[in-house]
């Protein structure tokens, strides 16, 4: 059974950082893309970032270029997301979701809660 | 910035056929663009149910499914149940390795 945990999320004050983690199990990420998507508080969804299956493509939303950075450990099937410099805007629930391709995303995770504030 | 437009609300009948849009600020929404469809109830994460326009997953209710239709992407629910009532958001690719949700339609069942 395919199974996405994501974990890292709390309370950050503005302009600090935070790393998220997407365990994965029932399938191989070294042969998946890999996202992270994001929905605030009574929004809607949000694509965030991805990356490919081999690790060495990665895309993001103008929203958090230069800011987040996506990466992989196939070793322990764990895919990351680093945060900085985040502010109140960036406060959501984070999932994590994966597929063979990047633009088929059938597996999701329970998602982890980020709250920016002071 | 590219911009993807789903109609804010429906409203369907327990046993009614409805049809929800999904259109693309660049053009007309084409197989290129992969949309996938996604189901989300309250405090529960997406629930994919289409993929590549008209492809369902394995889970995927048999009165689903998806088509183009006019220049957008559109999802047809044939035979609704009251369990339907959900928040439906589409997401298309761009070449440019953009994903881009749709603002999600909220579906009452009524």
């Known amino acids: 059974e395919v199974q996405l945990v994501e974990s890292g999320g709390g309370l950050v004050q503005p302009g600090g950082s935070l790393r998220l983690s997407c365990a994965a199990s029932g399938f191989t990420i070294s042969s998946y893309w890999m996202h992270w998507v994001r929905q605030a508080p009574g929004k809607g969804l949000v694509w965030v970032s991805h990356i490919n299956s081999d690790g060495t493509l990665t895309d993001y939303a103008d929203s958090v270029k230069g800011r987040f950075t996506i990466s992989t450990d196939n070793a322990k099937r764990t895919i990351y997301l680093q945060m900085n410099s985040l502010s109140a805007d960036d406060t959501a629930v984070y999932y994590c979701?994966?597929?063979?391709?990047?633009?088929?995303?059938?597996?999701w995770g329970q998602g982890t809660r980020v709250i920016v504030s002071s | 910035q590219t911009v993807v437009t789903q109609e804010p609300s429906l409203t369907v009948s327990p046993g009614g056929t409805v049809t929800l849009t999904c259109a693309s600020s660049t053009g007309a929404v084409t197989g290129l663009n992969y949309p996938n469809w996604f189901q989300q109830k309250p405090g529960q994460p997406p629930r994919a149910l289409i993929y590549s326009a008209s492809n369902k997953h394995s889970w995927t209710p048999a009165r689903f499914s998806g088509s183009l239709l006019g220049g957008k992407a559109a999802l047809t629910l044939t035979g609704v149940r009251p369990e339907d009532e959900a928040e439906y958001y589409c997401?298309?690719?761009?070449?440019?390795?953009?994903?881009?949700f749709g603002g999600g339609t909220k579906l009452t069942v009524l």
């Open positions: 979701a994966g597929g063979p391709y990047t633009n088929y995303l059938p597996y």
């Open positions: 997401l298309l690719y761009y070449g440019d390795a953009q994903l881009v």
